[in-house]
């Protein structure tokens, strides 16, 4: 894949992932409805929401700048276990399939960002030597 065509993939790509994070962050700083269902069907409390929305947010951010890669990769650490989790705590209550596979969805996209952003890095990292 040629330099450029990588960066307009993860340019593409790193905003609508971080736009579905944050609003999903947001959601549960503000405790909707919905979300206070679930959480409480997996049986976490449900202050649990405030607490992983906010880390949410903070890993969009973490996604969105470009001085500190390291934040980068620990904003993807946390999104990874967040996907895990969703995933385990959906299985493990017994839910259906269909309530199984979006955590193992934005988990796939996720890793297709994550891909991305390397090999945007790398390339621009070679750029500077030549």
Same mark, same amino acid.
């Given at each position: 894949?040629?330099?450029?065509?990588?960066?307009?993939?993860?340019?593409?790509?790193?905003?609508?992932?971080?736009?579905?994070? $944050?609003?999903?962050?947001?959601?549960?700083?503000?405790?909707?409805?919905?979300?206070?269902?679930?959480?409480?069907?997996?049986?976490?409390?449900?202050?649990?929401?405030?607490?992983?929305?906010?880390?949410?947010?903070?890993?969009?951010?973490?996604?969105?700048?470009?001085?500190?890669?390291?934040?980068?990769?620990?904003?993807?650490?946390?999104?990874?276990?967040?996907?895990?989790?969703?995933?385990?705590?959906?299985?493990?209550?017994?839910?259906?399939?269909? $309530?199984?596979?979006?955590?193992?969805?934005? $988990?796939?996209?996720? @890793?297709?960002?994550? @891909? $991305?952003?390397?090999?945007?890095?790398?390339?621009?990292?070679?750029?500077? @030597?030549?």
């Amino acid at each position: 894949m040629k330099p450029k065509t990588t960066k307009i993939l993860y340019w593409t790509a790193i905003p609508i992932f971080s736009l579905l994070m $944050l609003m999903d962050g947001i959601a549960g700083l503000m405790r909707v409805e919905g979300g206070k269902q679930s959480i409480s069907h997996l049986g976490y409390p449900v202050y649990l929401l405030s607490i992983v929305g906010f880390a949410k947010v903070c890993g969009v951010i973490a996604l969105i700048q470009t001085k500190y890669p390291i934040l980068k990769e620990w904003a993807y650490a946390g999104f990874t276990i967040s996907f895990i989790g969703a995933f385990a705590s959906r299985a493990f209550v017994g839910d259906s399939v269909g $309530l199984l596979i979006p955590p193992i969805v934005m $988990l796939a996209i996720m @890793f297709g960002t994550y @891909f $991305l952003w390397k090999r945007y890095s790398s390339s621009q990292q070679t750029n500077q @030597f030549l």
